[in-house]
T-cell receptor, first 113, second 111 residues
Framework: KQEVTQIPAALSVPEGENLVLNCSFTDSAIYNLQWFRQDPGKGLTSLLLIQSSQREQTSGRLNASLDKSSGRSTLYIAASQPGDSATYLCAVTDGGSQGNLIFGKGTKLSVKP | DTAVSQTPKYLVTQMGNDKSIKCEQNLGHDTMYWYKQDSKKFLKIMFSYNNKELIINETVPNRFSPKSPDKAHLNLHINSLELGDSAVYFC??????????FGPGTRLTVL
């Protein structure tokens, strides 16, 4: 059974710092991996999607990497800003299902001005 | 243009009632999903549905049932609501098992 773990559960950094959020999954037979952002009381915003055949994806100050064989992904945020404060969720699409996402419990990021 | 929309945004009801949450997507996707986010903010799949197949997470009580009048809609019906059903319910859609797009969520409170 696929399990997704995110470390750390919470992170507080000063503005301007570069930071890394970690995600690990137990079964490497994934179809893809998606990083989301969730603001308090809001829905999920898709940040990056990495297909299982890809190693990384970039969007602006965000870079996500995928090491499928070791069951790991990282989300790198460069030059963090207070507006980046949110909960970041990692989810994998199980290769055997109808595309169901299996989520980690998220990392709550706080960027202090 | 809203891609995935849900109504209502908030739903407060009494135990034992039956309620529905509506979901619509205008992305032309062929698969739709319902997820539940519990009080600890953990998101878990409930159902996935396309025109070929409904897949139900085995942990979902049969009081919950998805109904799809057409490809753009997947509504969630809940019978005999219980206190433990209080959560935020998210609808999502995708084209095949690709990038999923989520609705804004429906916060259900059962009193």
């Amino acid at each position: 059974k696929q399990e997704v773990t995110q470390i750390p559960a919470a992170l507080s950094v000063p503005e301007g710092e570069n930071l890394v959020l970690n995600c690990s999954f137990t079964d490497s037979a994934i179809y893809n991996l998606q990083w989301f952002r969730q603001d308090p009381g809001k829905g999920l915003t898709s940040l990056l999607l990495i297909q299982s055949s890809q190693r990384e994806q970039t969007s602006g100050r965000l870079n996500a990497s995928l090491d499928k064989s070791s069951g790991r992904s990282t989300l790198y945020i460069a030059a963090s800003q207070p507006g980046d404060s949110a909960t970041y969720l990692c989810a994998v699409t199980d290769g055997g299902s109808q595309g169901n996402l299996i989520f980690g419990k998220g990392t709550k990021l706080s960027v202090k001005p | 243009d809203t891609a995935v929309s849900q109504t209502p945004k908030y739903l407060v009801t009494q135990m034992g009632n039956d309620k529905s949450i509506k979901c619509e997507q205008n992305l032309g996707h062929d698969t739709m999903y319902w997820y539940k986010q519990d009080s600890k903010k953990f998101l878990k799949i409930m159902f996935s549905y396309n025109n070929k197949e409904l897949i139900i997470n085995e942990t979902v009580p049969n009081r919950f049932s998805p109904k799809s009048p057409d490809k753009a809609h997947l509504n969630l019906h809940i019978n005999s609501l219980e206190l433990g059903d209080s959560a935020v319910y998210f609808c999502a859609s995708s084209q095949d098992p690709r990038e999923q797009f989520f609705g804004p969520g429906t916060r259900l409170t059962v009193l």
